[in-house]
């Protein structure tokens, strides 16, 4: 939802404030849609979780749905190495903390839900160091780990974070696994953060393959940022196509609106950006059903199509689940 403001703090006073036009919108588009488990992507944290608080007032005040459980843990984005993680030569930048940002815990993830969360039951696996993921692409220059084996040594897998997240629904418990991987490009030959993007997404298949513990058991549902298109644009889409032809998931498919090309696309990039691209992703166990699945995407250049567009250049993904 782009919830990413500048700095500590600023968030919280813009939502303090009511004034802003962004999160109008998107109080706007949550009153239209009325999601029962809300997985935001690109919202500021704080230990206190007041701004993420402040936001669920702020929702359901505007005709939203009322969230009375909130899980956010503190991301990777911003949290400061000490170290040279870009091999620029220099430290201290927001390339050189585990994951892209200017500050700690800037543009991390947060789940709303109308029903109860285990917050003790939650796994946060936003500690494993990429190379200990089986199998790691990691990044190589002249045969030299890039940037440094002393940056390899504490570099975590997760951009921003990988959770899976127990929601206590009416018929049990729906393990909501998510993650955000950082993009595919900004970077060398030595494509670092190509490789850190197609591993992110591998993680999800060892996961389910039990390589760190017991997989999940009863419903489950895959819910994330991919930052990469299976079929457009660069980085290494193989293990992002991999998963979404994984038989122990299902991909909806969710579309938007209309007969608009690209149908699938979750988010459009304006020039010079890459243009509109299918990014975001929910992808339910193969044993639950579907009955619904869409893109929240009104018509360009209607009142309607305006709001979410101010929203968000990300569009609202959407899936209905029936469960027993």
């Known amino acids: 939802m782009d919830l990413e403001r500048a700095g500590p703090g600023l968030l919280l006073r813009d939502l303090r404030r009511g004034e802003d036009a962004q999160i109008a919108a998107i109080l706007h588009v949550l009153a239209q849609t009325q999601p ?15 701004a993420l608080s402040a936001l669920r ?50 543009g991390g993830i947060a789940i709303l839900s109308r029903y109860p969360v285990d917050q003790s039951g939650a796994q946060d696996f936003s500690a494993v160091l990429w190379r200990d993921l089986p199998g790691a692409l990691l990044p190589l220059r002249d045969g030299q780990p890039f940037p440094s084996e002393a940056a390899q040594a504490v570099q975590r897998l997760a951009s921003r974070g990988q959770w899976v997240v127990p929601v206590l629904l009416p018929s049990g418990p729906l ?10 490009v900004f970077d060398g030959p030595e494509d670092r953060n190509g490789r850190r993007n197609h591993d992110e ?22 819910m994330g ?22 038989p122990r998931l ?58 979410a567009a101010t929203a968000s250049r990300h569009r609202l993904v959407w899936v209905d689940l029936s469960l027993p």
């Open 225 to 246: 940022h991919a930052n990469l298109d299976p079929e457009a644009g660069g980085g290494r889409p193989e293990a992002l196509r991999a998963l979404l032809a994984d």
């Open 36 to 50: 029962d488990i809300l997985v935001l992507q690109g919202v500021d944290y704080d230990l206190d979780l007041l």
């Open 175 to 184: 393990q909501v696994m998510t993650f955000h991987a950082t993009p595919p």
């Open 57 to 106: 007032d702020r929702i359901s005040e505007g005709g939203g749905p009322r969230y009375d459980h909130l899980f956010a843990r503190t991301p990777n984005a911003g949290l400061a190495t000490g170290l040279d993680m870009d091999g620029d030569g220099r430290r201290g930048g927001p390339r050189d903390a585990q994951g892209y940002g200017d500050f700690t815990g800037q």
């Open 250 to 307: 299902q991909d909806p498919r969710p579309l938007r609106p209309g007969a608009v090309e690209p149908p699938l696309a979750t988010v459009h990039w304006p020039p010079p950006g890459p243009g509109t691209r299918r990014v975001s992703y929910i992808l339910p166990a193969a044993d639950l059903s579907v009955t619904g699945a869409g893109v929240h995407w009104p018509p360009e250049g209607t009142p309607e199509g305006d709001l």
């Open 201 to 222: 997404l591998r993680f999800w298949q060892l996961y389910l393959d039990g390589a760190f513990g017991p997989p999940p058991q009863g419903g489950f549902v895959l």
